[in-house]
């Protein structure tokens, strides 16, 4: 009886391993990485909920970006622009901290 105990106790560990290593992949990696091994292009910018079954995502491919849709319906291009250039700000602050 002990050593099915002790079975069942390692299966779950073994179990949980893999549950966890699998999670901490997909988790970390999110697409960041192609087949190819380099940095992907593709960057999913903000969504939204519109309702139970609806969302607006806003997605980054290279210099473009696309509005989209997706639906148990379909899916579909709302709009699409070029992406604006990000320009880095630095912080104003004076030399005690505080800002200006």
């Not at 988790?27 to 960057?43: C, K, M, Q, T, W």
């Not at 939204?48 to 696309?66: F, P, Q, S, Y």
């Amino acid at each position: 009886m002990e050593d099915m105990i002790r079975a069942i106790a390692a299966l779950l560990v073994v179990l949980a391993a893999i549950l966890g290593l699998g999670y901490a992949l997909r988790r970390f990696s999110a697409g960041r990485i192609n087949a190819e091994g380099r940095a992907s292009d593709l960057r999913v910018l903000e969504w939204r909920g519109l309702d139970a079954r609806r969302k607006l995502v806003v997605v980054r491919w290279d210099d473009r970006e696309h509005l989209l849709c997706l639906s148990p319906a379909g899916d579909c291009v709302v709009s699409s622009r070029n992406a604006p250039e990000f320009k880095i700000v630095p912080d104003q602050t004076d030399d005690e901290g505080g800002s200006l």
